[in-house]
């Protein structure tokens, strides 16, 4: 029988995605082991973290508590004519690590998906419309995920904004083959999109 503190930091840790019994154990003994600052540490963090992010009006990324709005979007030197809609706020920080964009963004809060019970009146894509009027947009980038919902919402997307705007400039993420990777080790649906997208030499 291991202590009661012991066990219930082992529960609370297996609550994590992808945290299994035996990974929790090794955690919750790791920070036993270890100086109580690192516990402290990472206990006053995640006490705050509730308190401290929010969801940007405008965007839906997720900014300090202290802050009105997306500093990605009050940025001057950001392009607001044109828009990069994500799925899920981290996903911007994915983008943001290229450094090659230099628009602002847009994060839908999820994919449309009825099997779990995601509906497009769900997504922020009322939102999207409007900012689209309100920013004089040029040109909506999809970057959605290339899974079956993320192409689902990505035909949605494109079929709403059409249709409201005409000489809206609307284009996706090019998929393929990445770089470093031999074809024999490339899946189907991968190879198909390769082909799809291949460009002229």
């Known amino acids: 029988m291991l202590p009661k503190a012991l066990e219930d930091a082992i529960s609370a840790l297996g609550l994590l995605p992808g945290v299994g019994p035996r990974t929790a154990e090794r955690y ?5 082991r270890s100086d109580e600052k690192l516990s402290q540490t990472i206990s006053e963090a995640l006490q705050s973290l509730h308190s401290g992010v929010k969801s940007c009006p405008k965007t839906f990324a997720l900014i300090d508590a202290k802050d009105d709005i997306s500093p990605l979007y009050s940025d001057p030197t950001r392009d607001k004519t044109t828009i990069l809609v994500v799925e899920e706020p981290l996903d ?5 690590q290229t450094k090659g964009y230099h628009g602002v963004y847009h994060v839908l809060g999820g994919a449309v998906s009825p099997i779990d019970g995601i509906t497009p009146d769900q997504l922020h894509i009322k939102e999207l419309v409007a900012r689209i009027k309100d ?3 040029k040109e909506v980038i999809i970057a959605t995920n290339p899974s079956v919902e993320g192409e689902s919402t990505a035909l949605l997307l494109q079929r709403i904004l059409g249709k409201e705007y005409q000489d809206l400039k609307i284009t996706r993420l090019a998929r393929g083959l990445p770089l470093g990777v031999d074809l024999s080790y490339a899946d189907q649906i991968t190879l198909s999109a390769a082909l799809d997208n291949r460009t002229e030499l």
């Open 28 to 32: 919750a003994y790791y920070l036993f």
């Open 92 to 96: 911007i920080y994915a983008i943001e």
């Open 135 to 137: 920013d004089k947009v």
